[in-house]
Nanobody, 114 residues
């Protein structure tokens, strides 16, 4: 069992930055992949970024170059630094982890105003 708790969402103007954090109840070193998905109103939940246990990150094309994922295995946390935010980044952001099965956090709202 892995519990994931997100923090750091909020309201920001376009061009601004936010940092999300996800605290995992299990060692992030033992988690196969951990990262972030997002879901905008009326749309499907899409992958934003994932990082494997080896430290290799993957980014969606829409955020590459603006978002950066980082993992702290000592603190069992995964952070998402979001820069140059756009209104289309507005969504509920969910922390995701895979360790034998998928686990999800409760989600945190990110709203980018134009």
């Amino acid at each position: 069992q892995v519990q994931l708790v997100e923090s750091g969402g909020g309201l920001v103007q376009a061009g601004g930055s936010l940092r999300l954090s996800c605290a995992a109840s299990a060692s992030t070193f033992s988690i196969n992949a951990i990262g972030w998905y997002r879901q905008a109103p009326g749309k499907q939940r899409d992958m934003v970024t994932l990082i494997t246990s080896s430290g290799t990150p993957t980014y969606a094309d829409s955020v590459r170059g603006r978002f950066t994922i980082s993992r702290d295995n000592n603190k069992n946390t995964v952070d998402l630094q979001m820069n140059s935010l756009k209104p289309e980044d507005t969504a509920v952001y969910y922390c995701f982890a895979f360790m034998s099965r998928a686990y999800w956090g409760q989600g945190t709202q990110v709203t980018v105003s134009s």
